[in-house]
């Protein structure tokens, strides 16, 4: 079966954050908490390059095995979940997660954080599908719709590609045939002298 | 004549070609060198900047949290099990409640004392809540207990801060306190031997400096681990302080529970009086009538 992953084509993202725009507007995120971001090395200099992050839905995710609740589940198409009605926001998975990616909407008394909230890949939550409480809680589900998430639907460059892993990196690959190898590819000296 | 003009013209051309092609390869170059940095350059940079130690802590916290509440559970079921072998075995010492009372705590010691009770009590279970919180199914009732840990630590330290501060001077170690170690404090058996005690003995000096020094540490742990506002890998190392310490501390929490509500009679009512009859400090705090 498909596995569903996100792949940012660092030689054409052009850190415009249209996808963390789309995301924010699309699935209504509040205010404080970021589903995906963009971050920049070399800003303004020689080898400036950007990379567009959200929950990268890994094989093996660490965020599930630290879930003192098993709020965090994978489904059978590799997109990691969190059951907001479960959650009880402990910020394990924060800790746990190779990407800095969980969130925690704060502001309550004395700091305490609320449940966690992260990519869904658009592709709701436990809810019922297009129901208001998915909506709600957890934004659109456009996968259950047929389409690819807002992030890389709206990339202007097409430099993140989201879809079936094995599709996904073929056409990575085609793009990097496409570019040059050997003495032609940019970083060629860097990465292989 | 006419060939060697012609061969000036093709010379022209060739070195024409070979200027302008020498050119312009050297401003592809120098262009390629300002920019050049490989994909998998750019990869490590922002694995740098994203999640510089996670190979480090990542795989040693996901297993500690995981094996954590396997500690916590003896702890819980063990330590009140010991307690009441004790109880049936040796059974409560009573002392007679007639002679000489004697003063122990005053009023704000008291108000101090029973308010922190009150916030530890409501900290230790609302935390034990969190730990087992699969149990619980999660969700509201849980984030609720979360809430309630978090007030109720704040309102711990509130009154722990100005107690800690009058029970200090009698909370230090004393040279008999190890004879106190090695007679059991005298709760091996319902002799009513004198135990060498001051004010307070070596079991109450050990809650109290766990209760209020660890209190502390297990307050500043938790904010930060609240606030998750320090690098993943530092955080990590303050969770595992915060649980590991917090299993010695409902350790004695429970052994506390014990002494005060069945190991001596009449305990309970010291702390609400104030006072002590006589013949129990001769025998459990002996130091103080000399």
Redesign the interface.
């Known amino acids: 079966m498909a596995r569903m992953k996100f792949l940012c084509d660092i030689e054409r993202c052009i850190d415009c954050k249209g996808c963390v725009i789309a995301c924010k507007e699309g699935n209504g995120v509040p205010v404080g908490i970021n589903r995906r971001r963009v971050i920049t090395i070399n800003q303004g200099k020689p080898g400036e390059r950007s990379i567009s992050i959200a929950c990268m839905h890994c094989s093996d995710a660490p965020c599930i095995a630290v879930c003192p609740v098993s709020a965090l589940y994978q489904r059978d198409d590799g997109i990691v979940l969190v059951n907001k009605d479960v959650c009880i926001g402990c910020g394990y998975c924060f800790i746990a997660c190779p990407f800095g990616v969980p969130q925690f909407p704060k502001g309550d008394t004395f700091g305490k954080r609320g449940v966690m909230d992260k990519c869904t890949f658009c592709a709701g939550g436990p809810a019922p599908n297009f129901s208001e409480k998915e909506r709600r809680l957890y934004g659109q589900n456009r996968i259950a719709e047929g389409k690819v998430p807002l992030c890389a639907a709206m990339c202007s460059t097409k430099a993140l590609l989201a879809g079936d892993g094995d599709k996904i990196a073929r056409i990575f690959q085609e793009r990097v045939a496409r570019r040059g190898t050997g003495a032609k590819a940019p970083g060629w000296s860097t990465a292989y002298k | 004549m006419k060939t060697s003009r012609w061969m000036e013209v093709v010379n022209l051309c060739l070195l024409f070609c070979f200027l302008g092609g020498g050119l312009a390869y050297g401003a592809e170059m120098l262009l ?1 060198g ?10 490590k ?2 694995g740098v ?3 510089p130690h ?1 190979q480090a802590y ?1 795989e040693d ?2 297993s500690f ?2 094996g954590v ?1 396997r500690l916590y559970l003896p702890v819980i079921v063990g330590v009140p099990l010991v307690f009441l072998i004790h109880f049936v075995a040796v059974g409560p010492k009573g002392f007679e409640h007639k002679g000489r009372r004697i003063s122990f705590y005053g009023l704000f010691t008291r108000f101090l004392h029973w308010m922190c009770a009150i916030f530890f009590s409501l900290v230790v279970v609302s935390g034990i809540m ?2 087992f ?2 149990a619980l ?3 509201s009732l ?2 609720s207990a ?2 309630v840990h ?2 109720c630590a ?1 309102g711990f330290m509130v009154f722990a801060a100005p107690l800690f501060l009058i029970w200090l001077k009698d909370m230090f170690p004393a040279p008999y306190d190890i004879k106190w170690l090695l007679c059991g404090g005298g709760y091996l058996s319902k002799k009513k031997v004198e135990v060498p005690a001051g004010k307070f003995n070596l079991g109450q000096k050990m809650w109290f400096w766990l209760a209020f020094v660890g209190g502390a540490v297990m307050f500043y742990t938790g ?1 930060v ?4 506002s320090l690098p ?1 890998a530092q ?2 190392g303050y ?1 595992k302080i915060h649980l590991i310490l917090g299993l010695f501390l409902v350790a004695l929490f429970i052994t506390h529970l014990y002494m005060s509500l069945f190991a001596v009679k009449g305990s309970l009512k010291s702390m609400i009086s104030g006072y002590k009859w006589e013949e129990e400090v001769r025998v459990l705090h002996s130091r103080m009538l000399k």
């Open positions: 390629r300002f920019g050049a940095i490989s994909t998998v350059q750019a990869f940079e922002f900047v994203v999640s996670w990542a916290f996901i949290v995981n509440g969190v730990l919180a699969k199914g999660g969700g849980v984030l979360r809430g978090l007030f704040y904010y681990v609240s606030g998750l993943q955080i990590a969770i």
